[in-house]
């Protein structure tokens, strides 16, 4: 006799196995079979990490960073964070812009919730800005460790690292400028020596944030149009300031000697302590440090009853409204009347457009490497989901295809690691100025020990990475939804919100525009190639070309095709910059971004893998360059057993220590 079925309901029924996300990266050291340096990729689930901290770290440095990132990759998963992150997200910033009676609420128009205050504490406690200012670690790149922790972060941050980015550009800037003497700006060094302490402190009792206030109505990555000015107070006015009691910031420090007043259309970070922006003077487009609120002397600021010289308002900024956004809830975005603030010229007048290029190159890192962190986070859902979920009576793993699939999205994510991870390694390399950052690594043979080449390598580069990672990180987080299907189109703030891939993708896209979309990135880099100033206007034939072809002659020996393909397509990018006019050129703008991007990536795949012959990344390396940089070239691919490729591709997507029968005897 037939059994009759029994109907499902909202309790009963199949439930799906909640997806276990394993731990980012695992230290050999706190490995209980402990081995090798090698272990750090077998035992994490993010290997490509692993792999690039030990190409670019020492062996003493890598064992002290890897085991910061260690910790922080459990600390992101904890329910308390999480629970932090959920709440930033759902609890949303709001605007009180108007006393009880109507006045101007100048004292606490903002207000933020406290998971998005305690995620921002974590930032400045894991030191998301300050392990690059730190000038007792002068034995290996300080930037390297310091986005090895961000690349961990950023996906439980809830855009945290968004006012973390700025802050890091604003301090880069300020360090330049310390031992400025005041000129006709008393105070000047004392107030920037000051800011600089606080915005690259680990205290969370001490430290401060820094907006960064460019974009106006008539547009953000061309400030050309700045319509912000800014004017030297007369002693009359500083006079009449100081008799009001308006003329200290909240430490007691006197405010600058500018008054700036215009509208910024996009301002992130709205909470922070200080911002830097542009401004217009008689002698042009101009940089500026402001601090948020001033001390109010002599009268309480409104809705407060601290005792006088205690209360604080805003410095001369109103906030008109907050943006309502695709994604980026969480983050404080708004559009500000500046009417009055006080602030300090940096650098000189006039010169600010170039003042702000040290936070440009910054940030735009940042947003590269923001982006393809939320890749990981995406990839290792993906991995976890494929684990527990079952199609057709098997486990997703079990489906070649989906297997497949998966394999070759991880293979473009760890290309979009690598590339911007070197950018990354450029970076402090130059900021460093010391050779011991590199020796002694695997790195060694990827950058040159010429400050000069180093420097033009990077102007080249870094907007190349931070246009080709975000987008292809917004694509690869498309993946992932689709992957978990109906699943992954929701927004899942249950369960710690580990599974809320579509928050991801939403914060992901912000990363395209922001700092200047692929277009403006493409006009950028067109400038770098036809600058007679960086190699003579040949930076494409005598900086990149020999760095490939340094690279790649250590890499011949075991992929001579793939080498050859490499050069190939290079030649391509050479006839491309060398035989086009300035229009032309702009013209087939996005074209020079791709070719630059995926020689790079596959150049610095095959250094990868090269190293130590590892098999996946070998895979890997070879599968991008007949994938992205040769799909029709006239060099013979291997030819394999789709069986044997099938067994490969279980190796990249689920990592070479995958075991099935391991897995099954979880479920």
């Known amino acids: 006799m037939a059994s009759i079925p029994r109907a499902s309901s909202s309790l009963e029924g199949f439930f799906q196995v909640l997806p276990t996300i394993e731990k980012q990266y695992t230290s050999p050291s706190r490995s209980p079979d402990f081995a090798t340096p090698k272990e750090a990729q077998r035992l994490s689930d993010d290997p490509v990490l692993a792999r690039i901290l030990h190409q670019y770290l020492p062996t003493q440095a890598r064992e002290q960073v890897g085991a910061s990132v260690h910790k922080l990759s459990r600390r992101v998963l904890q329910s308390s964070v999480l629970h932090h992150a959920i709440e930033a997200e759902t609890n949303v910033p709001t605007l009180h812009p108007l006393t009880t009676f109507g006045e101007v609420n100048k004292t606490d128009p903002l207000r933020t919730c406290a998971g998005w205050k305690a995620l921002k504490d974590i930032c400045v406690e894991e030191g998301t800005v300050s392990i690059a200012y730190d000038k007792t670690k002068t034995d290996f790149n300080r930037r390297i460790a310091q986005f090895g922790i961000i690349h961990v972060w950023t996906p439980t941050a809830a855009m945290t690292m968004c006012p973390m980015s700025m802050t890091d550009g604003a301090a880069t800037l300020l360090s330049r400028h310390l031992d400025d003497p005041d000129g006709d700006q008393p105070g000047r060094q004392a ?14 009792r001490q430290s401060w944030t820094s907006g960064q206030w460019m974009t106006e109505r008539t547009g953000g990555s061309d ?29 007691g420090q006197p405010l600058g000697p500018w008054r700036i007043d215009g509208f910024k259309w996009f301002s992130s970070a709205t909470d922070s302590d200080v911002a830097v922006l542009l401004a217009r003077t008689s002698q042009g487009i101009s940089a500026f440090l402001i601090p948020m609120r001033r001390k109010v002397r002599g009268r309480a600021a409104h809705g407060t009853d601290e005792p006088d010289g205690e209360a604080t308002e805003l410095n001369g900024i109103r906030i008109q409204r907050l943006k309502e956004k695709l ?15 006080r602030g300090w010229l940096i650098g000189q007048e006039g010169k600010g457009t170039k003042e702000i290029s040290a936070i440009l190159n910054i940030t735009r890192l940042h947003a590269a490497a923001g982006s393809v962190s939320y890749w990981s986070r995406g990839l290792a859902v993906c991995r976890a989901f494929s684990k527990v979920r079952k199609a057709r009576g098997r486990l997703l793993y079990d489906h070649p295809q989906h297997v497949l699939w998966m394999a070759s999205e991880t293979v473009k994510y760890w290309a979009a690691a690598h590339f911007s991870f ?5 970076l402090g390399c130059n900021d460093q100025r010391q050779e011991a950052v590199f020796q002694n690594t695997a790195s060694e043979t990827l950058i040159s020990p010429d400050y000069s080449y180093r420097a033009a390598l990077l102007r080249l580069l870094t907007p190349v990475i931070k246009a080709r990672a975000s987008v292809a990180s917004v694509n690869g987080l498309r993946e992932c939804i689709e992957c978990l299907g109906g699943v992954g189109y929701c927004e899942n703030n249950e369960d710690g919100g ?7 993708y939403r914060d992901t896209l912000a990363n395209t525009i922001w700092e200047g979309t692929a277009s403006v990135m493409a006009e950028d880099v067109c400038r770098v190639v036809r600058d007679r100033r960086i190699a003579g206007g040949n930076v494409i034939p005598a900086i990149f070309a020999s760095w490939v072809w340094g690279v790649l002659s250590h890499c011949r020996d075991r992929f001579t095709e793939e ?12 006839a491309l910059a060398q035989d086009s006019s300035a229009e032309e050129l702009e013209y087939h703008g996005r074209d020079l971004l791709t070719h630059l991007e995926v020689i790079s990536c596959a150049v610095l795949l095959l250094h990868d893998a090269s190293t130590d012959g590892d098999e ?41 220590s995958f075991r099935h029968e391991r897995q099954i005897g979880k479920l």
């Open 191 to 204: 107030v920037f020596a000051e800011t600089y302490k606080r915005l690259v402190s680990r205290d969370p």
């Open 616 to 656: 996946v990344a070998s895979h890997i390396a070879s599968r991008y360059v007949w994938s992205h940089v040769a799909p029709h070239s006239r060099s013979q691919r291997r030819q394999t057993n789709w069986k044997d490729s099938a067994s490969i591709d279980r190796k990249i997507f689920l990592g070479a």
């Open 223 to 251: 400030v050309s149009g700045t319509e912000t000015v800014a004017r030297r107070l007369t002693q009359g006015e500083i006079a009449e300031d100081e008799k009001l009691g308006l003329d200290q910031d909240i430490l």
């Open 327 to 341: 994604g980026t809830k969480g983050l404080p975005t708004a559009e500000l009347e500046i009417k009055g603030a």
């Open 563 to 574: 080498c050859d393909a490499v050069e190939e397509r290079l030649q391509t990018l050479i």
């Open 498 to 504: 580990v599974m809320n891939l579509a928050k991801l």
């Open 422 to 426: 070197f950018g990354i390694a450029l």
